[in-house]
C-alpha cells in the first residue's frame, strides 16, 4: 500500500506520523501538549488500535485492546473483531439472510453459528486520503470504496473515516458513507472498541443515558420488544455484572456514557450524538476490558429494520462519536 508524505510540524503541538511495528502499518495522531496518541491501521479497515493517555509518575497507558502483533491480529481480527469498524452492518444477521425491495440476500461469510457477523470491511485496506494538522487538531481521513464484493451485499458505496485528535485528549470518529448504486441501500454503521485501564472490570464504575434496552432471544437477536431500563442511570459497579446487550439512549446534552476506573481515577466520556442511538456493551469472560459500541442501529437491523438507514443513490450518510479521556 502506498501511502502520501507524512505530515509531522515541529512548530505545532499536534502531529500525524506513520510506524512500521510488529508486522503493522501503523498511523499515529499525536498531541505533545497533552501527551495524547492515538493510532489506527489503514490495512485492516481503519481498525483503533491504540489510545495513549499520559499517567502521573508512570508509563502511557493504552486504553484499547489491542492486538500484539500481526501474526495474533490476523488470527483472531475474524473472530474477535476487537477495534473494528462495521460497516455496512454490525453484529449479526441470522443465517446471514435478509429482504429489501422485495429481493432476498444471502452473506458468503458467516460465523459458525451461520450469522453474517460485522459488517464486510473489518479487514478490508483503506487507502490515506489526506493527513492535516493544525492548531486546532490532527486528522488523517482514510477511504475503501466497496464495489458489490459479496453475493449478499450487491451494492456500490464509498467509506470514509475520519479520525481526528482534538486538544484535551478528545477523539473524533467520523464514517461518511456515499451510497454509489443506482437503488437505495441498506445500512448500518459501528465501532467495536474494547477499553481497558490495567484495572479488572469488576472494579470498575459504569454509568450511561438508556430509558430502554432491547429484549433479545437465545441467538442475541432482538424479538422487537423494548423493555424498560432502570439501571445505570448513576454509576454503578460492574462486579459480577453480566452484560451483552443494546440500549437506546436517550439523547440529551453532554456525554452518554462514562466508564470510570476509580483506582486509577481515569473517566472516559462517550458522545455519540443523534447519530448513534444504540450503544451496545459486552464484558467478555476474561473481565479485563469491556466492549462499549455506539451503533447506529441494534442486530439484524436489516430484518427488523431498527433505526435502519436507506440512503439514495448519490446520498451521502455521515455518523459521528466523541471519546474524551480523562485524569484526574
Given at each position: 500500500?502506498?501511502?502520501?508524505?507524512?505530515?509531522?510540524?515541529?512548530?505545532?503541538?499536534?502531529?500525524?506520523?506513520?510506524?512500521?511495528?510488529?508486522?503493522?502499518?501503523?498511523w499515529e495522531?499525536?498531541?505533545?501538549?497533552?501527551?495524547?496518541?492515538?493510532?489506527?491501521l489503514?490495512?485492516?479497515?481503519?481498525?483503533?488500535?491504540?489510545?495513549?493517555i499520559?499517567?502521573?509518575?508512570?508509563e502511557?497507558?493504552?486504553?484499547?485492546?489491542?492486538?500484539?502483533?500481526?501474526?495474533?491480529?490476523?488470527?483472531e481480527?475474524?473472530?474477535?473483531?476487537?477495534?473494528?469498524?462495521?460497516?455496512?452492518?454490525?453484529c449479526?444477521?441470522?443465517?446471514?439472510?435478509?429482504?429489501?425491495?422485495g429481493?432476498s440476500?444471502?452473506?458468503?461469510?458467516?460465523?459458525k453459528?451461520?450469522s453474517?457477523?460485522?459488517?464486510?470491511?473489518?479487514?478490508?485496506?483503506f487507502?490515506?486520503?489526506?493527513?492535516?494538522?493544525?492548531?486546532?487538531g490532527?486528522?488523517?481521513?482514510l477511504?475503501?470504496?466497496?464495489r458489490?464484493e459479496?453475493?449478499?451485499y450487491?451494492?456500490?458505496?464509498?467509506?470514509?473515516?475520519?479520525?481526528?485528535?482534538?486538544?484535551?485528549?478528545?477523539?473524533s470518529?467520523?464514517t461518511?458513507?456515499?451510497?454509489r448504486s443506482?437503488?437505495?441501500?441498506?445500512?448500518?454503521d459501528?465501532?467495536?472498541?474494547y477499553?481497558?485501564?490495567?484495572?479488572?472490570?469488576?472494579?470498575?464504575?459504569?454509568?450511561?443515558?438508556?430509558d430502554?434496552l432491547?429484549?433479545f432471544?437465545?441467538r442475541l437477536?432482538?424479538t422487537?420488544?423494548l423493555?424498560?431500563?432502570?439501571r445505570?442511570?448513576a454509576?454503578e459497579?460492574?462486579?459480577?455484572?453480566?452484560?451483552?446487550?443494546?440500549?437506546?439512549t436517550?439523547?440529551?446534552?453532554?456525554?452518554?456514557?462514562?466508564?470510570?476506573?476509580?483506582?486509577?481515577?481515569?473517566?472516559?466520556?462517550?458522545?455519540?450524538?443523534?447519530?448513534?442511538?444504540?450503544l451496545q456493551?459486552?464484558?467478555?469472560?476474561e473481565?479485563?476490558s469491556?466492549a462499549?459500541?455506539?451503533?447506529?442501529?441494534?442486530?439484524?437491523?436489516?430484518?427488523?429494520?431498527?433505526?435502519?438507514?436507506?440512503?439514495?443513490?448519490d446520498?451521502?450518510?455521515?455518523f459521528t462519536?466523541?471519546?474524551?479521556?480523562?485524569?484526574?
Open positions: 500500500m502506498a501511502y502520501p508524505m507524512i505530515i509531522s510540524m515541529k512548530n505545532m503541538h499536534f502531529s500525524v506520523n506513520y510506524y512500521h511495528r510488529q508486522g503493522l502499518d501503523i495522531l499525536a498531541d505533545a501538549e497533552s501527551g495524547c496518541r492515538v493510532q489506527l489503514p490495512r485492516y479497515g481503519c481498525l483503533w488500535h491504540a489510545w495513549y499520559p499517567r502521573p509518575g508512570a502511557r497507558l493504552n486504553l484499547i485492546e489491542q492486538y500484539a502483533d500481526r501474526q495474533s491480529l490476523e488470527a481480527l475474524g473472530q474477535s473483531f476487537r477495534g473494528a469498524r462495521l460497516s455496512p452492518f454490525a449479526r444477521i441470522p443465517e446471514g439472510k435478509y429482504t429489501a425491495d429481493h440476500y444471502a452473506f458468503s461469510a458467516t460465523g453459528d451461520g453474517a457477523l460485522h459488517g464486510l470491511l473489518y479487514d478490508k485496506p487507502r490515506v486520503q489526506h493527513t492535516r494538522v493544525s492548531a486546532a490532527a486528522e488523517v481521513a477511504a475503501y470504496p466497496y458489490h459479496d453475493p449478499g450487491p451494492f456500490d458505496y464509498d467509506c470514509t473515516v475520519i479520525y481526528r485528535l482534538e486538544p484535551g485528549c478528545r477523539l470518529l467520523s461518511v458513507v456515499h451510497n443506482e437503488v437505495p441501500i441498506p445500512l448500518m459501528g465501532w467495536h472498541p477499553f481497558r485501564t490495567g484495572t479488572p472490570v469488576d472494579r470498575m464504575m459504569l454509568q450511561f443515558r438508556a430502554h432491547l429484549e432471544d437465545a437477536v432482538p422487537g420488544r423493555l424498560p431500563n432502570k445505570f442511570g454509576p459497579t460492574l462486579s459480577g455484572v453480566e452484560l451483552d446487550n443494546s440500549f437506546i436517550t439523547p440529551a446534552e453532554g456525554p452518554v456514557a462514562q466508564l470510570y476506573d476509580p483506582e486509577k481515577r481515569i473517566r472516559i466520556l462517550f458522545s455519540p450524538g443523534d447519530t448513534y442511538p444504540v456493551i459486552y464484558i467478555p469472560p473481565r479485563r469491556i462499549i459500541e455506539h451503533l447506529s442501529g441494534p442486530p439484524d437491523a436489516f430484518n427488523n429494520h431498527l433505526y435502519l438507514q436507506r440512503p439514495e443513490p446520498e451521502t450518510v455521515t462519536a466523541v471519546y474524551t479521556a480523562l485524569q484526574e
